[in-house]
């Protein structure tokens, strides 16, 4: 106990970081992204306190910082492009009036849009699923009525949006861990021991996808999980 106590005091600054980050962001004195700022801020105060403030380090954090923002931007370019490719095509129109003309509920057309992002998780980044499927399935969803499943309350129409826009998310999220190119699968594996194989990080994964099917399930099952606090709090 002793030792552990030792070494939660050496966790009470990172701690006290978050808890602050957060708390300006849920108290509405800053946005995320000036909470970011705050927050990286507060991190080279931390590491100044553990004496790992050093140039090395610093510079090691400044190119890592730039390799990732490149990629991200180079994702958005070539998403951008595509996207633009697509629907000058009349791709987006085709997928739309496919959707629409097939006769399916719209608790249907929700599975086969969740079945859809699924599937492009798999293969494309957040990014690119953003540009590519938002624009398709936000008009689709938005002239749709849901009235419940199994006769638990519906969705009301000023609310749809907002209810799709969580089951979207939890639908990125699960492409961050779904096999064979989720994102987080590789970060994993680019910070565990070397002798766990990608194999292994596949098969851990399962678990919690099946977490986050059971929470997407209850989000669609009971929308007031999504929708009750946001009109609780803005009307």
């Not at 496919?98 to 249907?108: E, F």
């Not at 699924?118 to 590519?132: C, E, H, K, R, T």
């Not at 929470?215 to 999980?225: D, K, N, R, S």
């Amino acid at each position: 106990m002793k030792e552990k106590l030792r070494l939660l005091r050496k966790m009470l600054a990172p701690i006290l970081l978050v808890i602050l980050v957060l708390g300006i962001i849920f108290s509405g004195i800053a946005t995320p992204v000036e909470a970011a700022g705050i927050g990286t801020f507060g991190a080279l105060i931390v590491a100044a306190l553990h004496k790992r403030l050093t140039w090395p380090n610093l510079h090691a954090a400044c190119m890592s910082t730039l390799v990732a923002s490149a990629m991200v931007m180079w994702i958005i370019f070539g998403a951008s492009i595509f996207v633009g490719f697509y629907i000058l095509q009349g791709g987006q129109t085709f997928v739309q009036e496919l959707i629409s003309g097939a006769g399916l509920s719209p608790y249907a057309v929700l599975l086969l849009m969740m079945v859809l992002l699924v599937a492009l998780g798999m293969f494309l980044d957040w990014v690119g699923i953003l540009l590519l499927a938002v624009p398709i399935f936000v008009p689709l969803i938005k002239g749709m009525t849901f009235d419940g499943l199994f006769g638990l309350p519906g969705v009301d129409a000023t609310d749809v949006s907002l209810w799709f826009g969580v089951i979207y998310l939890v639908n990125m999220q699960m492409s961050f861990l779904s096999p064979p190119f989720g994102y987080a699968l590789f970060y994993i594996k680019g910070v565990c021991p070397p002798h766990i194989t990608m194999a292994q990080i596949f098969r851990s994964s399962f678990p919690f996808l099946g977490i986050q099917a059971l929470g997407l399930a209850l989000v669609i099952l009971f929308p007031a999980l999504v929708t009750w606090l946001p009109n609780l709090a803005y009307g």
